[in-house]
């Protein structure tokens, strides 16, 4: 299994550009969510999905969107980059779809918005 | 919303010696996670533990949830522990993990 899988590693924006970030797991997990991680200091909660087709957002998801079409992808796009987005993001799964049991991450993706 | 503090927020040892680490969290919890993020960033699984205790090595963990806190306990402290260790706690009711500000740990050889 290659477990949690986040691309790109490392991505430069421009203000006002768009991207998506792309997580994935191989492990048939229902629950996936989005944390972002500023310098210094925890993660912060996105968004979160309990299985396909149902997200909701967490304690920071101004400014970002998410979709879960399959049970393995979840992607988080960004609508309209800003500099207060830089940022390292983490995707993780979990195996109940109410975020029961053990998260495991992906590597992160460095992002920066200049 | 739920809060989680973590303590002590640094901590600087000497090889070989022994640490406990403090996670408090406000509401009762269904999830209880610790990780250790190394120096390259990575997120490290240590312990899933919502209640209990569980041992692993030179590591161990004891969660009280009706007392709502959580121990982290590091005997034998090693260069390659160094990092800063996160608990992450899931509050009873909802779908969201709220993590702790983490502590930061600098093992010295």
């Known amino acids: 299994n290659a477990g949690v899988t986040q691309t790109p590693k490392f991505q ?51 400014g970002y969107n998410v979709s879960r079409s399959t049970t393995e992808d979840f992607p988080l796009r960004l609508l309209s ?11 993780a799964s979990s195996y109940g779809g109410q975020g029961a049991g053990e998260q495991y991450f992906g590597p992160g993706t460095r992002l920066t918005v200049t | 919303g739920i809060q989680v503090e973590q303590s002590p927020p640094d901590l600087i040892l000497q090889e070989g010696a022994n640490s406990t680490l403090r996670c408090n969290f406000s509401d009762s919890v269904n ?55 996160f608990c992450a706690v899931r509050a009873s009711g909802t779908y969201k993990y709220i993590f702790g500000t983490g502590t930061r740990l600098k093992v010295l050889a």
């Not at chain 1, 998506?20 to 991680?37: F, I, K, P, V």
């Not at chain 1, 980059?81 to 995707?91: G, L, N």
């Not at chain 2, 969660?63 to 260069?79: D, F, G, K, N």
């Open chain 1, 81 to 91: 980059a800003a500099p207060s987005q830089t940022s390292v993001y983490f995707c």
């Open chain 2, 31 to 85: 999830n209880l996670q610790w990780f250790h993020q190394n120096p390259w960033g990575q997120l490290i699984n240590l312990f899933y533990i919502p209640s209990g205790t569980k041992q692993n090595g030179r590591l161990s963990a004891t969660t009280v949830a009706t007392e709502r806190y959580s121990l982290l306990y590091i005997s034998s402290s090693q260069t390659t522990d160094s990092g800063v260790y």
């Open chain 1, 12 to 62: 430069v924006l421009k203000t006002g550009q768009s991207m998506t970030l792309q997580c994935a797991q191989d492990m048939n997990h229902e629950y996936m969510s989005w944390y972002r991680q500023d310098p210094g200091m925890g993660l912060r909660l996105i968004h979160y999905s309990v299985g396909a087709g149902i997200t909701d957002q967490g304690e920071v998801p101004n």
